[in-house]
């Protein structure tokens, strides 16, 4: 059973703060991972991908890898209360199938 | 550019009626996943489909529930005999046909039983 594990929260953290999401799986032969933000009552939207071990820097946002202890985590610079989501993890093992975490909630408190 | 698009945005259905909730994939994605998710819930994984082609639908209830992606037109869920249990949000999601391509998500059919 190929597994995503993510801290459902609730995290909350003060605006300007840097809000720190973590995210571990199961299979070591995963190759491509995913942050998705979900507000709720919508839709989740990709925010982040990332394929290699190492930072990935997009904005505020970055995305951190590290394939050895299995761990990808998101981090939110300078929090805004827009960012107050929950936060979905997604794996993909290089085939069909995606694996989602059941997400973390954040709220950004002004 | 239109994302991925689905309709109807609201389903209010009777116990017992049918349910048909439609998918368009972003326009160059051949690949529809097809998600339900309850309130305060994870994403469930339901089917995965290629045009004409049912690749995986392990997470699809075995009984009412069927998809079908056709050669023309968009990817159809149809759930038959609809219990209350079955309200949820659905989501539909697309992706290119290419390793590491992310999915997209559509605004999903809320689907009401009363």
């Known amino acids: 059973q190929k597994e995503v594990e993510q801290n459902s929260g609730p995290l909350s953290v003060p605006e300007g703060a840097i809000a720190s999401l973590n995210c571990t799986y199961s299979d070591r032969g995963s190759q491509s991972f995913f942050w998705y933000r979900q507000y709720s009552g919508k839709s989740p939207e990709l925010i982040m991908s990332i394929y290699s071990n190492g930072d990935k820097e997009d904005g505020r946002f970055t995305a951190q890898l590290n394939k050895a202890s299995q761990y990808v985590s998101l981090l939110i610079r300078d929090s805004q209360p827009s960012d107050s989501a929950t936060y979905l993890c997604a794996v993909n093992e290089g085939g069909n199938q995606f694996y989602f975490g059941t997400g973390t909630s954040l709220t950004v408190i002004p | 550019n239109a994302g991925v698009m689905q309709n109807p945005r609201h389903l209010v259905r009777r116990r017992g009626q049918e349910a048909r909730l439609r998918c368009s994939p972003m326009k160059g994605h051949s690949h529809v996943y097809w998600y339900r998710q309850l309130p305060e819930e994870g994403l469930k994984f339901m089917v995965y489909l290629q045009k004409e082609n049912i690749i995986d639908e392990s997470g699809m209830p075995k009984e009412r529930f069927s998809a079908e992606f056709p050669k023309e037109g968009p990817s159809i869920l149809r759930i038959q005999q609809v219990v209350r249990g079955d309200s949820a949000a659905y989501f539909c999601?697309?992706?290119?046909?290419?390793?590491?391509?992310?999915?997209?998500f559509g605004n999903g059919t809320r689907l009401t039983v009363t």
């Open positions: 999601a697309s992706s290119k046909r290419q390793v590491n391509s992310p999915l997209h």
